[in-house]
C-alpha cells in the first residue's frame, strides 16, 4: 500500500503515518517505454523515407511523442505529494507537501479529533477527513477505495489508543 506506519519510538507514545501515491510506472520504466513508443511509431515512416510524405507526417508523430513525454513528466510531478500524519496522546498533526513543494499543515487536540469516512459527495468515494479546531481537511485523497477505507478504520484505532494513553 502506498502509506505506511512507522513504529513507535522507544519511551514515546507518537505513532507516524506517511502516505503517497501509488507509481505504477517507475523512473526506469519510464525511459523503455519512451523509447519503445518512439521506436513503434517510427516504424511506418521507414517505407516513406526519401518522400515529401515523411515531412508532412514526421511532425505529428512528433508530436504525439512530445505530448506522450508531457503529459507522464506532469504525472510524475503530480505524484510528488506527501502527507505525513503524527498521533500523540496530546496532538494530531497532518503536513501535506503539494507537488510544486508548499506545505499546508493542521493540527487538533488528539481528544477532539474526529476521522469521519464519507461513502458519497465527496470528490471521491469513501472519501476520508479528519477534523478538529473548526477546520475539516482531507486525508489520502489519492488513494484507492479500498486502501481508504483500511486507513479510516487504522486511523480510527490510532485516535482510540491515543485517547486511551
Same mark, same amino acid.
Given at each position: 500500500?502506498?502509506y505506511?506506519?512507522?513504529?513507535k519510538?522507544i519511551?514515546? &507514545?507518537?505513532?507516524? *503515518?506517511e502516505l503517497?501515491? +501509488?507509481?505504477s510506472?517507475?523512473?526506469?520504466?519510464?525511459?523503455?517505454?519512451?523509447?519503445?513508443?518512439a521506436?513503434l511509431?517510427?516504424?511506418?515512416?521507414?517505407?516513406?523515407?526519401g518522400?515529401?510524405?515523411?515531412?508532412?507526417?514526421?511532425?505529428? *508523430?512528433?508530436?504525439?511523442?512530445a505530448?506522450l513525454?508531457?503529459?507522464?513528466?506532469?504525472s510524475y510531478?503530480?505524484?510528488?505529494t506527501?502527507?505525513? *500524519?503524527?498521533i &500523540?496522546?496530546?496532538?494530531? +498533526?497532518?503536513?501535506?507537501?503539494?507537488?510544486k513543494?508548499e506545505?499546508?499543515?493542521?493540527?487538533?487536540?488528539?481528544y477532539?479529533a474526529?476521522?469521519t *469516512?464519507?461513502?458519497?459527495?465527496?470528490?471521491?468515494?469513501?472519501?476520508?477527513t479528519?477534523k478538529?479546531k473548526?477546520?475539516?481537511v482531507?486525508?489520502g485523497?489519492?488513494?484507492? &477505495?479500498d486502501?481508504?477505507k483500511?486507513?479510516f478504520?487504522?486511523?480510527s484505532?490510532a485516535?482510540k489508543?491515543?485517547r486511551?494513553?
Amino acid at each position: 500500500m502506498p502509506y505506511e506506519w512507522s513504529p513507535k519510538k522507544i519511551g514515546s &507514545d507518537e505513532i507516524r *503515518l506517511e502516505l503517497w501515491p +501509488h507509481r505504477s510506472l517507475p523512473r526506469r520504466g519510464f525511459s523503455g517505454f519512451m523509447a519503445i513508443t518512439a521506436v513503434l511509431i517510427s516504424i511506418p515512416l521507414f517505407p516513406l523515407i526519401g518522400t515529401a510524405l515523411l515531412w508532412g507526417l514526421l511532425p505529428f *508523430l512528433m508530436m504525439a511523442v512530445a505530448g506522450l513525454w508531457w503529459a507522464l513528466q506532469r504525472s510524475y510531478n503530480n505524484g510528488n505529494t506527501h502527507e505525513a *500524519l503524527t498521533i &500523540d496522546p496530546n496532538e494530531v +498533526h497532518l503536513i501535506r507537501t503539494n507537488p510544486k513543494g508548499e506545505l499546508q499543515e493542521w493540527e487538533c487536540n488528539s481528544y477532539w479529533a474526529q476521522v469521519t *469516512l464519507h461513502a458519497s459527495g465527496g470528490p471521491v468515494s469513501n472519501y476520508v477527513t479528519l477534523k478538529g479546531k473548526g477546520r475539516e481537511v482531507e486525508i489520502g485523497a489519492f488513494l484507492s &477505495d479500498d486502501e481508504r477505507k483500511s486507513l479510516f478504520s487504522e486511523i480510527s484505532n490510532a485516535l482510540k489508543r491515543a485517547r486511551a494513553s
